[in-house]
């Protein structure tokens, strides 16, 4: 298996043009001096009062080279939840035959007029009041998500109903490694670009895309957001200690939900050979569960064991290990490997089932909540999935 790892630093913005000082050809009077550089060379209005506090607030000097701590984390969940009992009301299981196999009894599933941008904004929110850090000192937000109720991004609204006033945004697809990926990009920002706080929210509605009458697979997925503040510190308190992330795209057949299209919608092309395209729309959610359980018990361990050599540290330093909550089987076996006993190991797989992006901020959440999780806590995380997609990260909590 070939695998690239490693995330390309963000690329800086291009410079704003501006007026050079100094005599211009053909005249003989001197220009007038230049004013201070500014941070930003924005306008301060796009349309009529739309977005002129995003620019009214001064800015702080970027600092690059900085180090990253988690200061912060918030979750949110729907109302609904369905018990193994309820679904073995719609296809043929039990709650016996869920729990063995997979260790989840129950979900959360959206409803009525319960949206994932309402979560996502829920768990942001909570992240913030939490890390005590206001909304428009936030410079980025991370929206981790493969199921956005906008195909066009998610992001953008989320940043705008929490306030972040003076953030930028953009949506993440890795799906089940989303949240992960977030995370370590979020830290880049911050070494490479100067900024001080971005907010990492990971977010999926799995329950759109389930196939309800397919045993395999409706009984896995729930839907949820969690989401954490990663901060700017000096580079001796950096608290991402080491990172692996990975992919393999010769996965893909093993878990995807692929474009399909509606054959019905073009009935007359005017001879057009395949034009114009037909309407797309996705499948449910395709899994081979077998691969999928191979691939997780191999390339995980493997993932974390690797970010840890980065960090330089042994697996006995690690306080807990927090997985991706897939499978219990799957965070078993990696913690067997690991030699992590099952006491350091966090998870609530039972009560949400597989929630994808959401699944490693909403349990830190809890587990940071409860008290289980304490401030200088070394965390393995790992999160795997469609693509295929890996990657383990080493962070000190607070």
Same mark, same amino acid.
């Given at each position: 298996?070939?695998?690239?790892?490693?995330?390309?630093?963000?690329?800086?913005?291009?410079?704003?043009?501006?007026?050079?000082?100094? %005599?211009?050809?053909?005249?003989?009077?001197?220009?007038?001096?230049?004013?201070?550089?500014?941070?930003?060379?924005?306008?301060?209005?796009?349309?009529?009062?739309?977005?002129?506090?995003?620019?009214?607030?001064?800015?702080?000097?970027?600092?690059?080279?900085?180090?990253?701590?988690?200061?912060?984390?918030?979750?949110?969940?729907?109302?609904?939840?369905?018990?193994?009992?309820?679904?073995?009301?719609?296809?043929?299981? #039990?709650?016996?035959?869920?729990?063995?196999?997979?260790?989840?009894?129950?979900?959360?599933?959206?409803?009525?007029?319960?949206?994932?941008?309402?979560?996502?904004?829920?768990?942001?929110?909570?992240?913030?009041?939490?890390?005590?850090?206001?909304?428009?000192?936030?410079?980025?937000?991370?929206?981790?998500?493969?199921?956005?109720?906008?195909?066009?991004?998610?992001?953008?609204?989320?940043?705008?109903?929490?306030?972040?006033?003076?953030?930028?945004?953009?949506?993440?697809?890795?799906?089940?490694?989303?949240?992960?990926?977030?995370?370590?990009?979020?830290?880049? %920002?911050?070494?490479?670009?100067?900024?001080?706080?971005?907010?990492?929210?990971?977010?999926?509605?799995?329950?759109?895309?389930?196939?309800?009458?397919?045993?395999?697979?409706?009984?896995?997925?729930?839907?949820?957001?969690?989401?954490?503040?990663?901060?700017?510190?000096?580079?001796?308190?950096?608290?991402?200690?080491?990172?692996?992330?990975?992919?393999?795209?010769?996965?893909?057949?093993?878990?995807?939900?692929?474009?399909?299209?509606?054959?019905?919608?073009?009935?007359?092309?005017?001879?057009?050979?395949?034009?114009?395209?037909?309407?797309?729309?996705?499948?449910?959610?395709?899994?081979?569960?077998?691969?999928?359980?191979? %691939?997780?018990?191999?390339?995980?361990?493997?993932?974390?064991?690797?970010?840890?050599?980065?960090?330089?540290?042994?697996?006995?330093?690690?306080?807990?290990?927090?997985?991706?909550?897939?499978?219990?089987?799957?965070?078993?076996?990696?913690?067997?490997?690991?030699?992590?006993?099952?006491?350091?190991?966090?998870?609530?797989?039972?009560?949400?089932?597989?929630?994808?992006?959401?699944?490693?901020?909403?349990?830190?959440?809890?587990?940071?909540? #409860?008290?289980?999780?304490?401030?200088?806590?070394?965390?393995?995380?790992?999160?795997?999935?469609?693509?295929?997609?890996?990657?383990?990260?080493?962070?000190?909590?607070?």
């Amino acid at each position: 298996m070939v695998a690239a790892s490693g995330i390309a630093p963000p690329r800086a913005a291009a410079p704003c043009p501006r007026t050079r000082g100094g %005599f211009r050809s053909g005249f003989l009077r001197l220009a007038p001096p230049l004013p201070p550089p500014q941070l930003r060379c924005c306008a301060s209005t796009v349309d009529d009062g739309v977005v002129s506090a995003a620019a009214s607030k001064p800015r702080l000097l970027r600092v690059v080279g900085m180090g990253s701590k988690l200061v912060g984390c918030g979750s949110a969940t729907p109302t609904l939840s369905i018990s193994n009992d309820d679904l073995s009301k719609i296809v043929e299981t #039990s709650d016996e035959w869920i729990a063995a196999r997979t260790g989840i009894r129950n979900r959360r599933v959206l409803s009525g007029d319960e949206t994932l941008r309402g979560l996502s904004i829920q768990a942001a929110q909570r992240a913030l009041e939490m890390a005590q850090v206001k909304a428009d000192d936030v410079d980025l937000v991370l929206l981790c998500t493969s199921t956005p109720d906008d195909l066009f991004g998610g992001a953008a609204q989320v940043l705008t109903e929490v306030g972040c006033t003076n953030a930028f945004g953009f949506d993440i697809t890795a799906a089940c490694s989303g949240f992960i990926v977030g995370l370590i990009t979020a830290t880049r %920002f911050i070494k490479g670009g100067g900024l001080r706080n971005v907010l990492v929210v990971g977010a999926d509605a799995l329950s759109k895309f389930v196939d309800w009458t397919d045993r395999g697979t409706c009984i896995l997925f729930g839907d949820a957001a969690g989401a954490v503040l990663v901060q700017a510190c000096s580079a001796d308190e950096d608290g991402l200690l080491g990172f692996c992330v990975q992919s393999d795209g010769n996965g893909q057949k093993y878990l995807n939900a692929a474009t399909l299209n509606d054959e019905s919608i073009l009935a007359n092309t005017n001879g057009g050979p395949g034009f114009p395209p037909k309407k797309a729309t996705y499948s449910c959610i395709q899994m081979n569960g077998k691969e999928v359980f191979r %691939f997780a018990v191999r390339c995980v361990p493997q993932s974390i064991e690797k970010a840890l050599e980065e960090a330089g540290l042994p697996a006995s330093s690690i306080d807990w290990l927090l997985l991706h909550q897939a499978n219990q089987r799957i965070i078993d076996a990696a913690a067997s490997r690991l030699d992590i006993p099952s006491d350091k190991v966090i998870s609530n797989l039972a009560n949400y089932g597989n929630t994808s992006a959401a699944s490693i901020p909403l349990a830190l959440d809890e587990a940071v909540r #409860s008290g289980k999780v304490k401030t200088g806590d070394i965390i393995a995380a790992s999160g795997f999935g469609a693509g295929l997609t890996w990657g383990s990260a080493i962070v000190k909590w607070g």
